[in-house]
């Protein structure tokens, strides 16, 4: 079967009225601090104590940070939006549940770098959390900090093979799958956050596992 054609995109929008932008192949997503902007990257810095959640989203060029579009309804909380971010599928239909995930890189192999991997404060488990919202907003609390099941789930933590979230039903032909999804992070982390997620790429799979589209 012809595979679809994927795309990712923020919601600049609200809730209700989503303006959906897309994040292009020469873009990539950013958590970024308090004060970023369409033109500079504000950094996200590991808390002292307790748990924090990366202050912005945004879609902006990479490498090299510029032109952002910054996702609306990602407010630096575990927040019960439904239209975060999403990611369509044209033309084609997909044969299996699409899953959401995250690597180091685009070679789809490893998932070592601290973001990913995690520490001994967040459980060894990834700093991304991700829950599928095509059919309705999540319920609270959808994720903490040590959020992570093996395989598939929604909720779950993004680690490549280890942890992911499956959709509930495979796309159809020009269909929108929807998340939700944040960066945790807890004191005692051992770098900036920042400093890695403006180099980490959303992957979306298809077809269980054999095929994956880098973004």
Not at 36 to 56: C, F, M, N, R, Y
Not at 98 to 112: E, F, M, N, R, Y
Request: charged fraction near 15%.
């Amino acid at each position: 079967m012809t595979a679809p054609t994927v795309t990712f995109w923020i919601n600049t929008g609200t809730d209700l009225a989503p303006a959906w932008q897309e994040v292009t192949a020469s873009m990539a997503f950013y958590f970024g601090g308090p004060a970023t902007t369409g033109s500079a990257l504000d950094p996200v810095t590991a808390p002292a104590i307790g748990v924090k959640v990366a202050e912005q989203l945004w879609g902006a060029t990479y490498p090299g940070y510029g032109s952002g579009v910054q996702a609306a309804l990602y407010d630096g909380t575990v927040n019960l939006n439904q239209n975060v971010m999403s990611i369509f599928f044209a033309n084609n239909p997909t044969t299996t549940p699409p899953i959401l995930t995250a690597w180091d890189d685009t070679s789809h192999s490893t998932v070592i770098q601290e973001m990913l991997a995690g520490t001994s404060e967040t459980g060894n488990t990834s700093w991304l959390k991700a829950i599928e919202t095509t059919a309705g907003a999540p319920i609270a609390p959808w994720c903490d900090e040590a959020t992570a099941y093996a395989g598939a789930n929604s909720p779950n933590a993004l680690c490549g093979d280890t942890n992911y979230v499956q959709c509930a039903s495979a796309a159809i032909a020009n269909e929108r799958k929807i998340f939700n999804f944040v960066v945790q992070t807890k004191y005692g982390s051992l770098e900036d956050i920042n400093t890695k997620i403006e180099q980490k790429k959303l992957i979306v799979s298809y077809k269980n596992l054999i095929e994956k589209i880098s973004k």
